[in-house]
Nanobody, 123 residues
Framework: QVQLVDSGGGLVQAGGSLRLSCAAS????????MGWFRQAPGKERQFVAA???????SYADSVKGRFTISRDNAKNTVYLQMSSLKPEDTGVYYC?????????????????WGQGTQVTVSS
């Protein structure tokens, strides 16, 4: 039983940076695997990044070297630091949670979702 509230989206110029936050409720946050997905208009929701309880991370090839996922278990919060943003990064970004310690990189592995936060990158 997890509730997620994601925030931090906005309008940014290409090459800029933005940090998304996801506040989670639940007794088992520290053992949850947390992820970020995004969805552009007319496209499927796709994996962006995930982090497991040990801090091990996984990233989509399209964001490697530019995005960093992190978590602060004391604050029940997961972050997505996005740098060198490109117009193709535009979309609605969703925080997701999986009640498992083990990594997942597809959306069927995540049972809980935030409401989404819009990220728009202008050229």
């Amino acid at each position: 039983q997890v509730q997620l509230v994601d925030s931090g989206g906005g309008l940014v110029q290409a090459g800029g940076s933005l940090r998304l936050s996801c506040a989670a409720s639940g007794r088992t946050f520290s053992s949850n695997t947390m992820g970020w997905f995004r969805q552009a208009p007319g496209k499927e929701r796709q994996f962006v990044a995930a982090i497991i309880w040990t801090g091990i991370t996984s990233y989509a090839d399209s964001v490697k070297g530019r995005f960093t996922i992190s978590r602060d278990n004391a604050k029940n919060t997961v972050y997505l630091q996005m740098s060198s943003l490109k117009p193709e990064d535009t979309g609605v970004y969703y925080c997701a949670a999986r009640e498992s310690r083990w990594m997942a990189t597809d959306r069927v592995g995540f049972a809980y979702w935030g409401q989404g936060t819009q990220v728009t990158v202008s050229s």
